[in-house]
Protein backbone atom coordinates (compact mmCIF):
# COMPACT_ATOMS: atom_id res chain seq x y z
CA UNK A 1 0.00 0.00 0.00
CA UNK A 2 1.69 3.47 -1.36
CA UNK A 3 1.44 5.99 1.44
CA UNK A 4 1.10 9.40 0.75
CA UNK A 5 3.64 11.88 2.40
CA UNK A 6 2.69 14.92 3.25
CA UNK A 7 5.91 15.78 4.96
CA UNK A 8 8.61 17.13 2.33
CA UNK A 9 9.83 20.39 1.00
CA UNK A 10 8.28 20.38 -2.85
CA UNK A 11 5.56 22.46 -1.96
CA UNK A 12 4.66 23.99 -5.29
CA UNK A 13 1.33 23.82 -7.36
CA UNK A 14 2.12 21.28 -9.42
CA UNK A 15 3.58 18.96 -6.47
CA UNK A 16 0.74 19.31 -3.95
CA UNK A 17 -0.29 15.72 -2.65
CA UNK A 18 -3.79 14.45 -3.48
CA UNK A 19 -5.31 15.53 0.35
CA UNK A 20 -4.67 18.91 -0.67
CA UNK A 21 -6.37 19.23 -4.25
CA UNK A 22 -9.53 18.69 -2.20
CA UNK A 23 -11.86 21.76 -0.80
CA UNK A 24 -12.39 20.23 2.71
CA UNK A 25 -15.05 23.03 3.08
CA UNK A 26 -17.77 21.49 1.29
CA UNK A 27 -21.34 22.13 2.27
CA UNK A 28 -24.11 19.60 1.69
CA UNK A 29 -26.58 20.03 -1.38
CA UNK A 30 -28.98 22.85 -0.92
CA UNK A 31 -27.79 23.88 2.11
CA UNK A 32 -27.98 27.68 2.06
CA UNK A 33 -31.54 27.64 0.32
CA UNK A 34 -33.36 25.93 3.67
CA UNK A 35 -30.58 27.79 5.95
CA UNK A 36 -32.88 30.71 6.35
CA UNK A 37 -35.75 28.21 7.75
CA UNK A 38 -32.95 26.45 9.53
CA UNK A 39 -31.92 29.52 11.58
CA UNK A 40 -35.50 30.30 12.78
CA UNK A 41 -36.11 27.19 13.90
CA UNK A 42 -32.82 26.87 16.10
CA UNK A 43 -33.68 30.30 17.25
CA UNK A 44 -37.54 28.94 18.46
CA UNK A 45 -35.99 25.83 19.69
CA UNK A 46 -33.23 27.77 21.71
CA UNK A 47 -36.20 30.29 23.06
CA UNK A 48 -38.24 27.94 24.24
CA UNK A 49 -38.91 27.15 27.56
CA UNK A 50 -36.75 24.09 29.15
CA UNK A 51 -39.81 21.83 29.72
CA UNK A 52 -41.21 22.33 26.51
CA UNK A 53 -37.87 20.48 25.13
CA UNK A 54 -38.22 17.55 27.92
CA UNK A 55 -38.95 14.05 26.14
CA UNK A 56 -42.39 12.20 27.09
CA UNK A 57 -42.91 9.74 29.07
CA UNK A 58 -42.35 6.40 27.35
CA UNK A 59 -41.31 8.37 24.08
CA UNK A 60 -38.44 5.82 23.93
CA UNK A 61 -40.21 2.82 24.74
CA UNK A 62 -43.44 3.72 21.85
CA UNK A 63 -40.42 5.41 19.56
CA UNK A 64 -39.54 2.56 17.32
CA UNK A 65 -43.64 1.31 17.41
CA UNK A 66 -44.37 5.12 15.93
CA UNK A 67 -41.58 5.09 13.22
CA UNK A 68 -42.71 1.51 11.83
CA UNK A 69 -46.95 2.70 11.96
CA UNK A 70 -45.22 6.06 10.21
CA UNK A 71 -43.78 4.26 7.39
CA UNK A 72 -47.07 2.08 7.06
CA UNK A 73 -49.23 4.77 6.64
CA UNK A 74 -46.71 6.44 3.95
CA UNK A 75 -46.67 2.96 1.91
CA UNK A 76 -51.10 2.76 2.79
CA UNK A 77 -50.77 6.83 1.26
CA UNK A 78 -48.65 5.64 -2.00
CA UNK A 79 -50.91 2.37 -3.03
CA UNK A 80 -54.25 4.72 -2.10
CA UNK A 81 -54.03 7.84 -4.69
CA UNK A 82 -57.47 9.07 -2.68
CA UNK A 83 -58.59 9.08 0.82
CA UNK A 84 -61.84 7.38 0.44
CA UNK A 85 -64.03 10.39 1.21
CA UNK A 86 -66.13 11.85 -1.84
CA UNK A 87 -69.62 13.92 -1.67
CA UNK A 88 -72.36 13.95 -3.73
CA UNK A 89 -72.91 15.60 -7.18
CA UNK A 90 -74.08 19.56 -6.44
CA UNK A 91 -73.39 19.38 -2.52
CA UNK A 92 -71.70 22.42 -2.26
CA UNK A 93 -74.31 24.15 -4.78
CA UNK A 94 -77.28 23.57 -2.01
CA UNK A 95 -74.67 23.12 1.14
CA UNK A 96 -76.04 26.65 2.03
CA UNK A 97 -79.75 26.32 2.04
CA UNK A 98 -79.51 23.12 3.80
CA UNK A 99 -77.25 25.05 6.65
CA UNK A 100 -80.26 27.33 6.77
CA UNK A 101 -82.98 24.58 7.11
CA UNK A 102 -80.86 22.98 9.36
CA UNK A 103 -80.69 26.28 11.48
CA UNK A 104 -84.50 26.81 11.13
CA UNK A 105 -84.86 23.10 12.42
CA UNK A 106 -83.12 23.42 15.93
CA UNK A 107 -84.86 27.39 16.12
CA UNK A 108 -88.39 25.24 15.87
CA UNK A 109 -87.21 22.77 18.27
CA UNK A 110 -86.18 25.04 20.74
CA UNK A 111 -90.05 26.76 20.24
CA UNK A 112 -92.07 23.20 20.07
CA UNK A 113 -90.97 20.70 22.87
CA UNK A 114 -92.90 18.10 21.64
CA UNK A 115 -92.85 16.56 18.21
CA UNK A 116 -96.35 15.44 17.86
CA UNK A 117 -96.16 11.82 17.72
CA UNK A 118 -97.17 9.53 20.35
CA UNK A 119 -97.05 6.05 20.70
CA UNK A 120 -99.79 3.32 21.76
CA UNK A 121 -100.24 1.97 25.45
CA UNK A 122 -98.05 -0.89 25.90
CA UNK A 123 -96.09 -0.48 22.17
CA UNK A 124 -92.45 -1.14 23.29
CA UNK A 125 -93.39 -4.16 25.23
CA UNK A 126 -95.01 -5.72 22.25
CA UNK A 127 -92.30 -4.62 20.08
CA UNK A 128 -90.53 -7.73 20.27
CA UNK A 129 -92.86 -10.22 19.85
CA UNK A 130 -94.54 -7.70 16.53
CA UNK A 131 -91.53 -7.98 14.97
CA UNK A 132 -90.54 -11.16 15.62
CA UNK A 133 -94.13 -12.35 14.03
CA UNK A 134 -93.70 -10.09 11.12
CA UNK A 135 -90.04 -12.28 10.62
CA UNK A 136 -91.44 -15.62 10.34
CA UNK A 137 -94.72 -14.45 7.78
CA UNK A 138 -92.52 -13.25 6.07
CA UNK A 139 -90.58 -16.26 6.11
CA UNK A 140 -93.36 -18.57 5.62
CA UNK A 141 -94.37 -16.37 2.42
CA UNK A 142 -90.80 -17.40 0.48
CA UNK A 143 -91.40 -20.57 1.35
CA UNK A 144 -95.02 -21.24 0.66
CA UNK A 145 -96.06 -18.82 -2.47
CA UNK A 146 -99.63 -19.92 -1.63
CA UNK A 147 -102.65 -19.12 0.64
CA UNK A 148 -103.42 -23.02 0.32
CA UNK A 149 -107.70 -22.14 -0.45
CA UNK A 150 -108.67 -22.63 -3.65
CA UNK A 151 -111.95 -23.11 -5.24
CA UNK A 152 -113.25 -26.00 -7.78
CA UNK A 153 -112.74 -25.56 -11.16
CA UNK A 154 -116.57 -23.81 -12.18
CA UNK A 155 -117.60 -23.08 -8.53
CA UNK A 156 -118.94 -19.72 -8.73
CA UNK A 157 -120.56 -20.53 -12.22
CA UNK A 158 -122.64 -23.30 -10.61
CA UNK A 159 -123.09 -22.18 -6.90
CA UNK A 160 -126.32 -20.08 -7.79
CA UNK A 161 -128.16 -23.05 -8.96
CA UNK A 162 -126.71 -25.04 -6.25
CA UNK A 163 -128.24 -22.80 -3.58
CA UNK A 164 -131.75 -22.58 -5.34
CA UNK A 165 -131.65 -26.38 -4.69
CA UNK A 166 -130.87 -26.18 -1.06
CA UNK A 167 -133.26 -23.97 -0.61
CA UNK A 168 -136.16 -25.74 -2.41
CA UNK A 169 -134.85 -29.22 -0.63
CA UNK A 170 -135.88 -27.05 3.03
CA UNK A 171 -139.57 -26.81 1.97
CA UNK A 172 -142.52 -28.30 2.61
CA UNK A 173 -143.13 -31.13 -0.19
CA UNK A 174 -146.67 -29.89 -0.58
CA UNK A 175 -145.57 -26.50 -1.33
CA UNK A 176 -145.98 -26.11 -5.31
CA UNK A 177 -142.67 -25.49 -6.58
CA UNK A 178 -143.17 -22.33 -8.39
CA UNK A 179 -146.10 -20.14 -7.22
CA UNK A 180 -147.95 -18.25 -10.14
CA UNK A 181 -148.64 -14.48 -10.09
CA UNK A 182 -152.04 -13.01 -11.27
CA UNK A 183 -152.00 -9.31 -12.21
CA UNK A 184 -155.37 -7.48 -10.77
CA UNK A 185 -156.27 -4.75 -13.10
CA UNK A 186 -158.73 -2.46 -11.17
CA UNK A 187 -161.82 -0.66 -13.02
CA UNK A 188 -162.19 2.94 -12.87
CA UNK A 189 -165.88 4.47 -14.04
CA UNK A 190 -165.85 7.27 -16.48
CA UNK A 191 -168.46 9.06 -14.26
CA UNK A 192 -165.20 9.78 -12.08
CA UNK A 193 -163.44 11.82 -14.65
CA UNK A 194 -166.13 13.42 -15.57
CA UNK A 195 -166.66 15.07 -12.09
CA UNK A 196 -163.13 16.17 -12.22
CA UNK A 197 -163.44 17.81 -15.33
CA UNK A 198 -166.47 19.72 -14.28
CA UNK A 199 -164.53 20.45 -11.51
CA UNK A 200 -161.56 21.89 -13.11
CA UNK A 201 -164.02 23.95 -15.65
CA UNK A 202 -165.83 25.81 -12.72
CA UNK A 203 -162.25 27.07 -11.38
CA UNK A 204 -161.02 27.90 -14.62
CA UNK A 205 -164.32 29.92 -15.03
CA UNK A 206 -164.18 31.68 -11.86
CA UNK A 207 -160.59 32.42 -11.68
CA UNK A 208 -160.99 34.60 -15.10
CA UNK A 209 -163.85 36.84 -13.81
CA UNK A 210 -162.34 37.52 -10.10
CA UNK A 211 -159.01 38.06 -12.65
CA UNK A 212 -161.31 40.52 -14.61
CA UNK A 213 -162.64 42.37 -11.67
CA UNK A 214 -159.14 42.87 -9.69
CA UNK A 215 -157.93 44.61 -13.42
CA UNK A 216 -161.20 46.74 -13.62
CA UNK A 217 -160.42 48.07 -9.69
CA UNK A 218 -156.81 48.70 -10.28
CA UNK A 219 -157.51 50.50 -13.62
CA UNK A 220 -160.37 52.84 -11.32
CA UNK A 221 -157.29 53.24 -9.04
CA UNK A 222 -155.07 54.59 -11.49
CA UNK A 223 -157.42 57.33 -11.88
CA UNK A 224 -157.34 58.78 -8.24
CA UNK A 225 -154.25 61.14 -7.51
CA UNK A 226 -152.29 60.67 -4.42
CA UNK A 227 -153.62 63.82 -2.87
CA UNK A 228 -157.46 62.32 -2.97
CA UNK A 229 -156.17 59.37 -1.34
CA UNK A 230 -154.20 61.35 1.43
CA UNK A 231 -157.55 63.15 2.08
CA UNK A 232 -159.47 60.62 2.33
CA UNK A 233 -157.35 58.56 4.74
CA UNK A 234 -157.43 62.18 6.85
CA UNK A 235 -161.10 62.38 7.17
CA UNK A 236 -161.44 58.35 7.86
CA UNK A 237 -158.85 59.18 11.03
CA UNK A 238 -156.71 55.88 10.14
CA UNK A 239 -153.43 57.88 11.16
CA UNK A 240 -151.19 54.91 10.82
CA UNK A 241 -152.33 54.34 6.79
CA UNK A 242 -152.12 58.38 6.41
CA UNK A 243 -148.29 58.15 7.03
CA UNK A 244 -147.69 55.12 5.44
CA UNK A 245 -149.02 56.66 1.90
CA UNK A 246 -147.28 59.98 2.88
CA UNK A 247 -144.01 58.64 2.93
CA UNK A 248 -144.08 57.33 -1.41
CA UNK A 249 -145.41 60.48 -2.29
CA UNK A 250 -143.23 63.37 -3.59
CA UNK A 251 -144.80 66.60 -3.50
CA UNK A 252 -144.02 66.96 -7.66
CA UNK A 253 -146.08 63.88 -8.18
CA UNK A 254 -149.09 65.99 -5.81
CA UNK A 255 -148.92 69.36 -7.91
CA UNK A 256 -150.15 69.00 -12.07
CA UNK A 257 -152.78 65.81 -11.11
CA UNK A 258 -155.45 67.46 -8.95
CA UNK A 259 -156.88 69.23 -12.21
CA UNK A 260 -156.73 66.06 -13.87
CA UNK A 261 -159.27 64.11 -11.66
CA UNK A 262 -163.17 64.09 -12.30
CA UNK A 263 -165.55 64.66 -9.54
CA UNK A 264 -166.56 61.19 -11.19
CA UNK A 265 -164.22 58.97 -10.33
CA UNK A 266 -163.99 60.63 -7.11
CA UNK A 267 -167.32 59.69 -6.38
CA UNK A 268 -166.77 56.12 -7.77
CA UNK A 269 -164.22 55.65 -5.79
CA UNK A 270 -165.79 56.82 -2.49
CA UNK A 271 -168.47 54.61 -3.36
CA UNK A 272 -166.12 51.54 -3.89
CA UNK A 273 -164.01 51.82 -0.88
CA UNK A 274 -167.10 52.69 1.37
Do not use: C
Request: without cysteine; aromatic residues 10%; glycine residues 6%.
Amino acid sequence: MKENNTYHEGMEANNLPDSLRVNPFDVPKDYFKDLNESLIAQVKLESSPKEIRDVPVGYFEKLQQNILGKVAEEKLKDQIKTDGFSHPDGYFSSLQNNILLKVTEDNLKSKVTQDGFETPSLYFNEFNEQIAAKIITDNLKQVVTTDGFEAPNKYFESLTAKITKSIHAGLPSDLPAEVPIHSIKRKIPWNKYAVAASLVAILGIGSYFGFQNSTQEQKNLTHVSDQEIINYLAQTGNSDDLLYVAKYIDDEDIVGTNGKIKDKDIEDYLKYTL
